[in-house]
C-alpha cells in the first residue's frame, strides 16, 4: 500500500519556524525527485520545493526562497521542509509528492504519489 504521510502542521504566529515531516511507505524513492506543494483556501496547488535523489540539487518557489529548505533522508524514506520567518501568506494545506520522473520539476502533473495532506496556520 501507498502511503505518503505528512507532519508537523499546525498553528505559528508569524516569523515563526515549522519543520514539516513527509514519511513515506510502500512505494520506492530511489532516484526520484520528491516536492512540496502547498493549497490555500481558494487558490490553485503551487509548487514549494523540490530535492532530486543525489541531495545535491534543490528548487524552490520564489515565494519560499532564503526561508524554506528541503531535505530528503533517502535510508528512511523520509523528506522535511524546514520552514522559517513564516508569514499569513503561507497559511495553507502542504502536500508531499513523489515524481514520475527522476530529474528535478516543480511541475504538479509530473507527480504521481501524492500525501493527504497538512495544514499549516500562519496567524497571530
Known amino acids: 500500500q501507498v502511503q505518503l504521510v505528512e507532519s508537523g502542521g499546525g498553528l505559528v504566529q508569524p516569523g515563526g519556524s515549522l519543520r514539516l515531516s513527509c514519511t513515506v511507505s510502500g512505494i520506492t524513492l530511489e532516484r526520484f525527485s520528491i516536492a512540496w506543494f502547498r493549497q490555500a483556501a481558494g487558490k490553485e496547488r503551487e509548487f514549494v520545493a523540490a530535492?532530486?535523489?543525489?541531495?545535491?540539487?534543490?528548487n524552490y518557489a520564489d515565494s519560499v526562497k532564503g526561508r524554506f529548505t528541503v531535505s530528503r533522508d533517502n535510508a528512511n524514506n523520509k523528506m522535511y521542509l524546514q520552514m522559517s520567518s513564516l508569514n499569513p501568506e503561507d497559511t495553507a494545506v502542504y502536500y508531499c509528492?513523489?515524481?514520475?520522473?527522476?530529474?528535478?520539476?516543480?511541475?504538479?502533473?509530473?507527480?504521481?504519489?501524492w500525501g493527504q495532506g497538512t495544514q499549516v496556520t500562519v496567524s497571530s
Open positions: 530535492i532530486a535523489w543525489s541531495n545535491s540539487h534543490t
Open positions: 509528492a513523489r515524481a514520475s520522473v527522476m530529474f528535478l520539476t516543480s511541475r504538479s502533473d509530473l507527480y504521481d504519489q
